[in-house]
C-alpha cells in the first residue's frame, strides 16, 4: 500500500502539507524495497530519516502552533512526543542483522497512527492558520 497526500490529508499549509508529503516518501520507498525483498537493507537508513525527519516535522509544527496562537499546542505536542518516543521504541527493537516482517508491520501500524492524527488534528491546525 503506498502512501500519499490525498486531499483528506491535506491541510492547507503548504509547509506542513509538503512534509508530509517527504515523510510518505520516506516510507514508501521502504515499502517498495520490501517489495523487491531488499527491506532488511533499506530499513536502517528509512528508521534513521524517520527519526530524523519527525523531529524536524513536530518542531516546524509547534513552532507554527506557537506564533499562531493555535489553542490545542498541548495536546499536539503531547502527541507528538508519543509519537516520537514510540517511534524510537520500534527502531531499537529491531535487530542489527535486519528487520522482519514483524518490524516492518509494527512500523507500518506507526505510520497509521501518523495518518489518522493528519487526517484529525493536522486539519484542525491547517484549519487554523488559514
Do not use: W
Request: charged share 30%; net charge neutral; glycine share 8%.
Amino acid at each position: 500500500m503506498k502512501y500519499e497526500l490525498t486531499k483528506d490529508l491535506e491541510t492547507g499549509n503548504a509547509v506542513i502539507d509538503r512534509e508530509h508529503k517527504e515523510l510518505f516518501g520516506a516510507v514508501n520507498r521502504l515499502l517498495d524495497a520490501c517489495g523487491k525483498g531488499q527491506g532488511r537493507a533499506a530499513m536502517e537508513s528509512a528508521i534513521q530519516f524517520l527519526l530524523d525527519y519527525v523531529d524536524k516535522h513536530f518542531a516546524n509544527e509547534e513552532r507554527l502552533q506557537k506564533t499562531s496562537g493555535y489553542p490545542n499546542i498541548s495536546a499536539h505536542k503531547t502527541f507528538h512526543a508519543g509519537y516520537k518516543k514510540t517511534l524510537k521504541e520500534i527502531a531499537v527493537q529491531i535487530p542489527d542483522t535486519g528487520a522482519s516482517v514483524s518490524d516492518l508491520g509494527k512500523l507500518n501500524n506507526h505510520i497509521a497512527v501518523l495518518i489518522s492524527h493528519i487526517r484529525s488534528e493536522d486539519k484542525r491546525l491547517g484549519e487554523f492558520l488559514r
